[in-house]
């Protein structure tokens, strides 16, 4: 079964009309990255609290906490960090999400992300063991600039980390915005996907488009993922407006376009969603 969700920030920051769009699609579940203009881990008590209540109310649920945890340089400190990191796990067990997004660090411009692999292996170790404590799965996901932003350096974190507590959220438009083929990064990765954003790239144009008019390939993964097995969510992420390094946006309208796209392959393929 997949379950649908979306980074609902992309329709408005208002957290009201987030809810109405959605619901207008059907679509249940919310990426929680951002409301009223202001990042997850940065909102007051009061807002988390009001936040929560308006889920409830409307029989909503969380499919992450979609935190920046992990885009920072490198080279900066880290137990400013693990602050942060504190706050997403916190925010985790108050929403009854036991799921964060993270990355794996901005490699410094010029710099071989060979020379940083023992620290991004240390660092991002550290997150899955106090993750793994918490009970909380981490969901690493893929993007250009990170150390982790080619599969075959995903597959070495996931495998070098080895916890139960980190797995990988994959997203087809940022494998092919690094000119990383999608096949092959899907065949490596497979077991370890346990999470899936639904975003696509026109390699041609460098745009992201619809689910299914880009390069990602996303309705022969959707088809593959679930004939073996795949059982999570899929999570809209169109960037159809506006596709920046720490924000993306669609709007109402054209989330309409990024909804109706990714239910037409799901209904042609006849997989089971809600």
């Not at 059907?26 to 609290?49: C, M, P, W, Y």
């Not at 499919?63 to 990191?85: M, N, Q, V, Y």
């Not at 550290?126 to 793994?132: D, G, I, K, S, W």
Request: net charge negative; with cysteine.
């Amino acid at each position: 079964m997949i379950r649908l969700s979306a980074f609902a920030d992309e329709i408005s920051q208002d957290p009201r009309t987030q809810i109405d769009v959605l619901t207008r699609h059907g679509v249940k579940h919310i990426e929680f990255r951002a409301i009223h203009g202001t990042n997850v881990l940065d909102l007051s008590s009061s807002q988390h609290e009001e936040f929560r209540g308006l889920l409830r109310n409307e029989g909503f649920g969380l499919s992450a906490i979609g935190s920046p945890i992990g885009k920072i340089r490198i080279t900066e400190p880290f137990d400013e960090h693990l602050t942060r990191f504190a706050k997403a796990l916190e925010l985790a067990v108050y929403y009854e999400c036991p799921r964060v997004r993270i990355f794996s660090f901005y490699i410094p411009p010029g710099d071989d992300p060979a020379t940083h692999r023992s620290e991004v292996m240390d660092r991002m170790a550290e997150l899955a063991r106090r993750a793994e404590a918490a009970n909380v799965v981490l969901l690493l996901e893929n993007e250009k600039g990170i150390y982790g932003d080619h599969a075959e350096r995903v597959h070495d974190l996931l495998t070098t980390v080895g916890s139960p507590a980190l797995v990988h959220a994959f997203d087809p438009a940022n494998y092919v915005e690094v000119g990383q083929p999608i096949d092959a990064a899907w065949s490596l990765l497979r077991p370890m996907v346990k999470h899936f954003h639904v975003k696509d790239y026109d390699a041609k144009t460098h745009r992201c488009v619809p689910a299914g008019e880009g390069d990602g390939q996303i309705p022969q993964l959707l088809d593959d993922a679930t004939a073996n097995g795949y059982d999570g969510f899929c999570v809209l992420e169109p960037h159809l407006v506006v596709a920046e390094l720490s924000y993306g946006f669609t709007g109402p309208e054209r989330f309409a376009d990024a909804a109706d796209a990714l239910k037409r392959i799901l209904d042609d393929r006849s997989i089971a969603y809600a």
